[in-house]
């Protein structure tokens, strides 16, 4: 990276969140070589992240997690900003906790802002069945997609495409929401072991 010179024009304060994550290093390390003033946050049980340790960074701050106590971090937060003055904040976080701060957007004081899309963009990019539909409606091609809300709307979903000629499809059937650990288990369905693939169905926890 080479610095930059931004902060010769406007000094911020900056907030970025997300601190284990290797992408809050490069961005907390980017806006401190422009010259801005850096915080960075990151939820429990990571309050040791490598993030906090980094040269740019002048404080770093150990939140609750959104999407367990959302009143106490939202009042983290607004405290924080408070506090340091912040005027931009950096989410680098896991999609499900994007969305939170895509949300706070609207709470926080008119100077402030959130490097995210405002809370409904995000919530409908974030669901993997209403990305999809976004790239229909704009003609975009893109996978067969179903929303399946419950397992009988997977097993249905199966079973009528059984009752057509085969036409070669697999489909991957993940949480429309993310989930770090189902995210890893992908099968190609369907498959000839019906048992295990309900089985499978069933472990993909729609709601």
Same mark, same amino acid.
């Given at each position: 990276?080479?610095?930059? !010179? !931004?902060?010769?024009? #406007?000094?911020?304060?900056i907030l970025?969140t997300?601190?284990?994550?290797?992408?809050?290093?490069?961005? =907390?390390?980017?806006?401190?070589?422009?010259?801005?003033?850096?915080?960075?946050?990151?939820?429990m049980?990571?309050? *040791?992240?490598? /993030?906090r *340790?980094?040269?740019? %960074?002048?404080k770093?701050?150990?939140?609750?997690r959104?999407?367990?106590?959302? $009143?106490?971090?939202e009042?983290? &937060?607004m405290s &924080?900003?408070?506090e340091?003055?912040i005027?931009?904040? &950096?989410?680098? /976080?896991?999609p499900?906790e !994007?969305s939170?701060?895509?949300?706070l957007?609207?709470?926080?004081?008119a100077?402030v #802002? %959130?490097? =995210?899309?405002?809370g =409904?963009?995000?919530?409908?990019?974030?669901n993997?069945?209403?990305?999809?539909?976004?790239?229909?409606?704009?003609g975009?091609?893109?996978?067969?997609?179903?929303a399946m809300?419950?397992? $009988?709307?997977?097993?249905? +979903?199966?079973?009528?495409?059984? !009752?057509?000629?085969d036409?070669?499809?697999? +489909?991957? %059937?993940k949480?429309? %929401?993310?989930?770090?650990k189902a #995210?890893?288990e992908?099968? +190609?369905l369907?498959?000839?072991?019906?048992h295990? $693939?309900?089985?499978?169905?069933?472990?993909?926890?729609?709601?």
């Amino acid at each position: 990276f080479e610095k930059g !010179s !931004s902060a010769e024009k #406007r000094q911020l304060n900056i907030l970025v969140t997300g601190g284990k994550m290797s992408k809050a290093s490069a961005v =907390a390390r980017a806006c401190g070589r422009d010259g801005h003033k850096v915080f960075t946050a990151e939820i429990m049980p990571y309050q *040791f992240c490598h /993030t906090r *340790f980094c040269g740019y %960074v002048t404080k770093h701050y150990v939140l609750p997690r959104p999407t367990v106590q959302p $009143q106490e971090w939202e009042a983290t &937060i607004m405290s &924080i900003v408070k506090e340091q003055n912040i005027d931009l904040i &950096i989410p680098c /976080t896991a999609p499900i906790e !994007s969305s939170a701060y895509a949300h706070l957007r609207e709470k926080l004081p008119a100077n402030v #802002r %959130v490097f =995210a899309f405002d809370g =409904a963009t995000s919530d409908e990019l974030d669901n993997k069945y209403t990305f999809n539909q976004v790239l229909v409606k704009a003609g975009l091609p893109c996978p067969e997609t179903a929303a399946m809300e419950c397992l $009988q709307d997977a097993l249905d +979903f199966f079973k009528e495409r059984e !009752s057509k000629p085969d036409d070669g499809k697999k +489909f991957i %059937v993940k949480p429309a %929401v993310y989930d770090p650990k189902a #995210r890893t288990e992908i099968l +190609f369905l369907p498959i000839d072991d019906k048992h295990r $693939q309900n089985e499978y169905l069933k472990s993909r926890n729609a709601t």
